[in-house]
C-alpha cells in the first residue's frame, strides 16, 4: 500500500502564498505521476496540476501563471507552490499519485486525506 502525509494548508489573504507538501510512503515499485486536485463546497474535485516522472508538467487554466507544481524524486515527494492566491481557491486540496507496488502489476491512484486551504480577507 501507499500512505500519503499532505502538510501546509491554512488560512491566507488574498495575494497571499501557500506551499503543500505530499510525501508517499509504503511498498512502492515505481512513481509514474503525482498531482494536485482540489474540491470547492458544492463543486466536483478537479484537477490542480500534475507531473510525470519526465518532468512534463500540466496545469488547470485557472491556476496557470500562479501554482507551481515539482517533485523531489529522492523524497518521493510532490509540493504545489501557491502565489498570488484568490478566495476562489479555497477548497480542500487532495494529492494523488499514481503508483505500482510489489502487490500490482498495473499503476493504481492513490489519495491523500485532503488539506485545507482557505484565502479570505
Known amino acids: 500500500q501507499v500512505q500519503l502525509v499532505e502538510s501546509g494548508g491554512g488560512l491566507v489573504q488574498p495575494g497571499g502564498s501557500l506551499r503543500l507538501s505530499c510525501a508517499a510512503s509504503g511498498s512502492i515499485f515505481s512513481i509514474y505521476a503525482m498531482g494536485w486536485y482540489r474540491q470547492a463546497p458544492g463543486k466536483q474535485r478537479e484537477l490542480v496540476a500534475t507531473?510525470?516522472?519526465?518532468?512534463?508538467?500540466n496545469y488547470a487554466d485557472s491556476v496557470k501563471g500562479r501554482f507551481t507544481i515539482s517533485r523531489d524524486n529522492t523524497k518521493n515527494t510532490v509540493y504545489l507552490q501557491m502565489n498570488g492566491l484568490k478566495p476562489e481557491d479555497t477548497a480542500v486540496y487532495y494529492c494523488n499519485v499514481e503508483a505500482t507496488i510489489a502487490a500490482k502489476l498495473i499503476p493504481y491512484d492513490y489519495w491523500g486525506q485532503g488539506t485545507q486551504v482557505t484565502v479570505s480577507s
Open positions: 507531473i510525470i516522472n519526465g518532468g512534463s508538467t
